[in-house]
T-cell receptor, first 114, second 112 residues
């Protein structure tokens, strides 16, 4: 298996633009997680899905953030409009069961909003 | 708010020494505990999991869990420069979701 695949690896965008981050989880994993990592706040859980259904989005910072999982092999995290404070590394992770056996993280997307 | 606390470091040890990384957590009902290693510019990688009190060994790594004192530690024996990374502790929620809360991580530097 190729692991959790994220794209793009780097994204530089101007404030106000829409940003879409993509993730393909490991086949057979039924949980998918979106995290954001910054120096100030560490690793923050934004939202997670179980069998493609959003379970907890309480970590999504504002309405500007949205996430979807239309099928078991694809998820998106969208920011519209983007702001400089959204600059961070965004990780997608997947697991079998809820994480009781640990996660596999994707390589991340480094987002810079200027 | 469930908390997972780690000393941010950096912890600096000489090559060949034992590195000891510590983590405390607030949720007394937590059941699963993990250590992730994150190299600079890379994603976290799961290296150890522990579920019951005591020690668990895997190669040069030993995880230690003490639920009564609410701490979990990671020992790295015969530390190598390639072990230089940030080590994240993660502890699962006891409320039924089993979603881990991550600590901020401890930076480890192993110098030759």
């Amino acid at each position: 298996d190729a692991g959790v695949i994220q794209s793009p690896r780097h994204e530089v965008t101007e404030m106000g633009q829409e940003v879409t981050l993509r993730c393909k989880p490991i086949s057979g994993h039924d949980y998918l997680f979106w995290y954001r990592q910054t120096m100030m706040r560490g690793l923050e859980l934004l939202i997670y899905f179980n069998n493609n259904v959003p379970i907890d989005d309480s970590g999504m910072p504002e309405d500007r953030f949205s996430a979807k999982m239309p099928n078991a092999s694809f998820s998106t995290l969208k920011i519209q409009p983007s702001e400089p404070r959204d600059s961070a590394v965004y990780f997608c992770a997947s697991s079998f069961r809820s994480g009781d056996y640990g996660y596999t993280f994707g390589s991340g997307t480094r987002l810079t909003v200027v | 708010q469930k908390e997972v606390e780690q000393n941010s470091g950096p912890l600096s040890v000489p090559e060949g020494a034992i590195a000891s990384l510590n983590c405390t957590y607030s949720d007394r009902g937590s059941q699963s505990f993990f250590w992730y290693r994150q190299y600079s510019g890379k994603s976290p990688e799961l290296i150890m999991s522990i579920y019951s009190n005591g020690d668990k060994e895997d190669g040069r790594f030993t995880a230690q869990l003490n639920k009564a004192s609410q701490y979990v530690s990671l020992l790295i024996r015969d530390s190598q420069p390639s072990d230089s990374a940030t080590y994240l502790c993660a502890v699962t929620d006891s409320g039924g979701s089993y979603i881990p809360t991550f600590g901020r991580g401890t930076s480890l530097i192993v110098h030759p």
